[in-house]
């Protein structure tokens, strides 16, 4: 089991960024994948990208697509999530999760094992 800790979430104006970071303790495996998460008031929680430790392309949902890019430094075992051209519509508590080996990149909450606190991500217009 990995503990997994957010930070970088705070309150910007729409066309604005942000950086989330989400630091991973314990075991990984190159295999595994790592995700961001959101969800917001009243709504599910949603996939917003996703990455494994090793090779793999980040997949990222249409609604973030060419603004949000996710990276990881496997040498600290950090993942982070770079956000531009946020809109209000961004709005939400953002998670990050980590699931066990698979080829391909998990959708679904259920496809994660382990989940952060979560950070608050507020976008004004």
């Known amino acids: 089991q990995v503990q997994l800790v957010e930070s970088g979430g705070g309150s910007v104006q729409a066309g604005g960024s942000l950086r989330l970071s989400c630091k991973v303790s314990?075991?990984?495996?190159?295999?595994?994948?790592m995700a961001w998460f959101r969800q917001a008031p009243g709504k599910e929680r949603e996939f917003v990208s996703a990455?494994?430790?090793?090779?793999?392309?980040?997949d990222y949902a249409d609604s973030v697509k060419g603004r949000f890019i996710m990276t990881r430094d496997n040498n600290v075992q950090t993942v982070y999530l770079q956000m531009d051209s946020l809109t209000p519509e961004d709005t939400a508590v953002y998670y990050c999760?980590?699931?066990?080996?698979?080829?391909?990149?998990?959708?679904?909450?259920?496809?994660?094992?382990?989940w952060g606190q979560g950070t608050q991500v507020t976008v004004s217009s």
């Open positions: 314990g075991p990984i495996s190159g295999g595994a994948f």
């Open positions: 990455l494994r430790w090793t090779g793999y392309s980040p």
């Open positions: 999760a980590s699931g066990l080996p698979r080829l391909r990149a998990g959708t679904l909450p259920t496809d994660y094992t382990d």
